[in-house]
Nanobody, 121 residues
Framework: QVQLVESGGGSVQAGGSLRLSCLGSGRAFSTYAIGWFRQAPGKERRFISA????????FYENSVKGRFTISRDSAKNTVYLQMNSLKPEDTAVYYC??????????????WGQGTQVTVSS
């Protein structure tokens, strides 16, 4: 079993940056791919980024490609999502999740509680 806790959300102006953290607990954390999802008000949750257990593979949805960077610090059991050049449309609740297949959103079965990101224009 894996427990996940997100942090680092907040309010920022357009063009600004935030770094989200996903802290994992449990021995199995290092064996899982970690993905980031977001859900804006009234919209479906979207799969936006992911990193494999060995950090060799990463995924970015087109809307965040070139602006967001995912990384993993195995020693700290933490996955980061560096978000630059933020836009108002990035406003959402961001969730991290642990899964077995880095590119398959349906494989993510352990979830954090979410952290709010608000980008003002």
């Amino acid at each position: 079993q894996v427990q996940l806790v997100e942090s680092g959300g907040g309010s920022v102006q357009a063009g600004g940056s935030l770094r989200l953290s996903c802290l994992g607990s449990g021995r199995a954390f290092s064996t899982y791919a970690i993905g980031w999802f977001r859900q804006a008000p009234g919209k479906e949750r979207r799969f936006i980024s992911a990193i494999s257990s060995d950090s060799d593979s990463t995924f970015y949805e087109n809307s965040v490609k070139g602006r967001f960077t995912i990384s993993r610090d195995s020693a700290k059991n933490t996955v980061y999502l560096q978000m630059n050049s933020l836009k108002p449309e990035d406003t959402a609740v961001y969730y991290c999740a642990a899964g077995t297949r880095v590119f398959w959103s349906s494989s993510y079965s352990y979830w954090g509680q979410g952290t709010q990101v608000t980008v003002s224009s």
